[in-house]
């Protein structure tokens, strides 16, 4: 409690007794860090590899999967990155469209008292056997650039609003820390008006859509927060059922993203390939409007996906010889989820997710393990995260959290069996452009090694688990 105690001693300092003011001119409240993200991009270039070859999913192609945003509209993600609703941006008027550019330098020092994979950022701890030394990060790939694009109404569309984003941040592959690559993040066009949208490009996933204000850059992604951005084509109905209160409903055919092993599995034999049909993705909401804290309504969403990932074995695995050869085989993956926001008071409120599912390495579940290689079964996995948020003024507020992936110790020989957070933190609104954070987390990552039972080939496989105290300070200037 020690952690606490010291965040809410900065945050007593900085307090502003009044009333908590909270921007209603945009229909997608925001929360204080929108639309963090984590790209894992070829980590083979960045030296690093499964230390289990279970199928740590590839840590990844993360560029083509995903991606998360806290701005919601009625508890639906924002599609594209977005800065506070009263920064004002600057218009470009061309023929019929009206462009708005706008960027964000957002830079991250870390000190974690044990190594961290990928290093750059926090997805899980390795385990001591492993490593164990400190390490000290100093980042800004994740900056990034974009522009908006409003076109004229459609008359075909009954005059829906139409609207293009395109953006893209620097953490792609690289060749060293100062020479970083462009990674798409958003690409997409949508029509929609006050009771539909209709979009397709890539953006954010349907399912799980709640972020917790964390400091840290992956918003605790493995370790119990589901979901991220593929392409996909989307509808999206919206009712008001009169006392502020509307229902949401999501439907989308989104890509499949296979992208799963260590990276060494092609050499392994494995290779990866898409399916004959998309991922389904689907989601309905309430939101409360008359019940409000804190800046944020009432609202419930369950949610939730069906697909498969498809791979040719040409042979065994090291711990598992006897596997035969398989061709074009396709293994399920789906999840079944539930977000939450709960207004307690004025300043404060509560938020978060649970999820079961099968082969979640997709959308970041399963401690980032999707199918077990040496067993060739999905790996089935539950978690979630819960979040209490103080608000002390208008421009500073605090947050203390927990989350917890717990994949199912059965379906794997080896690989990570539980990987957990805690955190606490203090936010400052520096002006409407500058924000910046400090926090304090915990991370723990579990790991096993069974492929010393009778039927297997022992392979060395850490076991001891890896754990960190992390320090995280945050700067994010958008303009």
């Known amino acids: 409690m020690s952690i606490f105690l010291i965040i809410n001693g900065l945050a007593s300092g900085l307090f502003a007794a009044g009333t908590v003011e909270v921007d209603r001119s945009s229909p997608f409240p925001l929360s204080l860090f929108p639309d963090e993200t984590a790209s894992l991009s070829n980590l083979s270039e960045l030296g690093i590899e499964s230390p289990d070859d279970e199928l740590a999913f590839d840590e990844l192609a993360f560029d083509e999967l995903i991606d998360s945003g806290n701005a919601i509209d009625g508890g639906v993600q924002l599609a594209s990155c977005c800065v506070p609703t009263e920064t004002k941006r600057s218009q470009l008027t061309v023929g019929a469209f009206e462009l708005v550019p706008y ?3 957002w830079s991250d020092m870390v000190y974690a008292t044990s190594r961290t994979v990928p290093g750059r950022f926090t997805l899980w701890i390795e385990s001591d056997e492993v490593q164990g030394e400190p390490a000290f990060e100093l980042d800004a790939r994740r900056s990034r650039i974009g522009v908006d694009v409003k076109g004229p109404p459609i008359g075909l569309l009954g005059g829906l609003e139409s609207r293009a984003n395109f953006e893209v ?5 690289f060749t060293t820390d100062n020479q970083p690559d462009v990674r798409l993040r958003h690409v997409f066009w949508e029509a929609k008006n006050e009771n539909t949208r209709f979009l397709v490009g890539q953006t954010w996933d349907v399912i799980s859509p709640l972020l917790p204000n964390t400091v840290s850059f992956p918003v605790l992604w493995t370790a119990g927060n589901i979901g991220f951005r593929r392409n996909q084509l989307r509808l999206e109905r919206y009712a008001d059922l009169g006392n502020r209160t509307s229902v949401t409903f999501q439907a989308a055919l989104a890509q499949n993203v296979i992208q799963d092993f260590a990276t060494g599995a092609a050499a392994a ?3 990866r390939e898409s399916g004959d049909w998309p991922m389904i993705q689907a989601r309905s909401a309430i939101e409360f409007g008359g019940i409000e804290a804190a800046g944020q309504a009432m609202a419930f969403g369950l949610s939730g996906h069906i697909g498969e990932t498809g ?5 065994g695995h090291p711990a598992n010889p006897n ?5 074009d085989v396709r293994i399920r993956t789906w999840s079944a989820n539930v977000d939450a926001r709960i207004p307690i008071s004025k300043r404060h409120s509560l938020q978060g997710e649970v999820f079961t599912g099968t082969n979640l390495s997709n959308v970041l579940g399963g401690a980032g393990q999707g199918v077990c290689p040496c067993l060739r079964v999905p790996i089935r996995s539950a978690g979630g995260w819960a979040e209490w948020r103080f608000v002390y003024s208008k421009k500073v507020s605090t947050h203390l959290g927990f989350s917890v992936d717990d994949p199912n110790d059965n379906d794997s020989l080896v690989g990570r069996t539980k990987n957990q957070a805690a955190y606490a933190n203090l936010f400052l609104h520096v002006n409407d452009r500058l924000t910046t954070g400090f926090e304090v987390s915990h991370r723990r990552t579990e790991f096993h090694n069974r492929t010393n039972e009778p039927g297997f080939t022992f392979v060395e496989s850490p076991t001891e688990p890896g754990d960190a105290v992390l320090l995280d300070w ?4 958008s303009f």
């Open 269 to 271: 034999g494995i290779v």
């Open 474 to 477: 945050t700067l994010r200037y």
């Open 311 to 315: 791979f040719d074995f040409l042979g």
């Open 103 to 105: 960027g964000t330098v």
């Open 323 to 327: 596997l035969a050869a398989e061709d």
């Open 169 to 173: 941040d620097f953490l792609g592959n």
